[in-house]
């Protein structure tokens, strides 16, 4: 059974690019959520996805979007990237009604120059 | 103040050291709480979860849930240098909210031969 799967593994963009970050879920579960993790704190929540809608979203600019596909795998946008956006983006993935029983993917370094 | 507070340590024990883990909060909505272990350049791995106040035991890994002083523990006996990792508490809301979850900063442990 593959667990939580994240592509790609490791990023370098300039500041001001768009980039596009890739997550499929564990099987069987339809809930996506995403995190930012910035060196030596813990993850941040961005939002959360199902039935392909944006569901709850934390403290980030609309400047992060995403997007979640009918087979409930999904992607994180960030547009016009800042030196802080650097950090290690999480995805992880559930099932509907155990929310708090989230299962992470191994995460997408991305740095910002 | 930050929602959930947990101390960075880093925590450094001998093989076979009982090792206590602390978070407190400052939500009293917050009605499930996890333990993730995350090693370097990892996803984070959930341990476990309790849902409201009491105790949860799994093999060496038991935790504890203090609501009326806001106040959860984790705590891993015999502990093993396999141990070594950081340490993230994490907790949500119920109802529709369940889904975000708000992380402390996360603990580094260390255990020594």
């Known amino acids: 059974d593959a667990g939580v799967t994240q592509s790609p593994t490791h990023l370098i963009k300039t500041r001001g690019q768009q980039v596009t970050l890739r997550c499929s879920p564990k099987?069987?579960?339809?809930?996506v959520s995403w995190y930012q993790q910035a060196l030596g704190q813990g993850p941040q929540f961005i939002f959360q996805?199902?039935?392909?809608?944006?569901?709850q979203r934390g403290n980030f600019p609309d400047r992060f979007s995403g997007h979640q596909f009918p087979n409930y795998s999904s992607e994180l946008n960030v547009n016009a990237l800042l030196l802080g956006d650097s950090a290690l983006y999480l995805c992880?993935?559930?099932?509907?009604?155990?929310?708090?029983?989230?299962?992470f993917g191994p995460g997408t370094r991305l740095t910002v120059t | 103040q930050k929602e959930v507070e947990q101390d960075p340590g880093p925590l450094s024990v001998p093989e076979g050291a009982i090792v206590s883990l602390n978070c407190t909060y400052s939500n009293s909505a917050f009605q499930y709480f996890m333990w993730y272990r995350q090693y370097s350049r990892k996803g984070p791995e959930l341990l476990m979860y309790t849902y409201s106040s009491g105790n949860k035991e799994d093999g060496r890994f038991t935790a504890q849930v203090d609501k009326s002083s806001k106040y959860i523990s984790l705590f891993i006996r015999d502990s093993q240098p396999s141990d070594s990792a950081t340490y993230l508490c994490?907790?949500?809301?119920?109802?529709?909210?369940?889904?975000?979850?708000?992380f402390g900063q996360g603990t580094i442990l260390t255990v020594h031969p």
């Open positions: 996805y199902y039935e392909e809608e944006e569901r």
């Open positions: 099987s069987g579960h339809d809930t």
């Open positions: 992880a993935s559930s099932k509907t009604g155990a929310g708090y029983e989230q299962y």
């Open positions: 994490a907790m949500s809301v119920g109802g529709t909210s369940y889904g975000k979850l708000t």
